[in-house]
Nanobody, 119 residues
Framework: QVQLVESGGGLVQPGGSLRLSCAASLTSFTTYAMGWYRQAPGKQRELVAT???????DYTDSVKGRFTISRDNVKKTVYLQMNSLRLEDTAVYYC?????????????WGQGTQVTVSS
């Protein structure tokens, strides 16, 4: 059974930092593109950052220069380093794994971890 388990969320003051982790029980982890999404109350889930199987990264504009996504293929873990946090970064953060194999999409989500930025 595939599991993605996020951790590292919490309460932080504006300007602070957090590092989220997503541990994946995926075989062939290296073949999956990984991503972080977030959903604030009353809003749709949005893409935050992605990292491909080859390590290429992309970010939504609002987090560029503040957040860094990375992966450790030995530990089967993807990270999201979040610096200079803002009130508007408050949301539940979700990890996603995706790959296409023989024309079929395989998509898995974690349960989410709460990030609250508040003074």
């Amino acid at each position: 059974q595939v599991q993605l388990v996020e951790s590292g969320g919490g309460l932080v003051q504006p300007g602070g930092s957090l590092r989220l982790s997503c541990a994946a029980s995926l075989t062939s982890f290296t073949t999956y593109a990984m991503g972080w999404y977030r959903q604030a109350p009353g809003k749709q889930r949005e893409l935050v950052a992605t990292i491909t199987s080859s390590g290429n990264t992309d970010y939504t504009d609002s987090v560029k220069g503040r957040f860094t996504i990375s992966r450790d293929n030995v530990k089967k873990t993807v990270y999201l380093q979040m610096n200079s946090l803002r009130l508007e970064d408050t949301a539940v953060y979700y990890c996603k794994a995706r790959r296409t194999f023989f024309g079929r999409d395989y998509v898995y989500w974690g349960q989410g971890t709460q990030v609250t930025v508040s003074s």
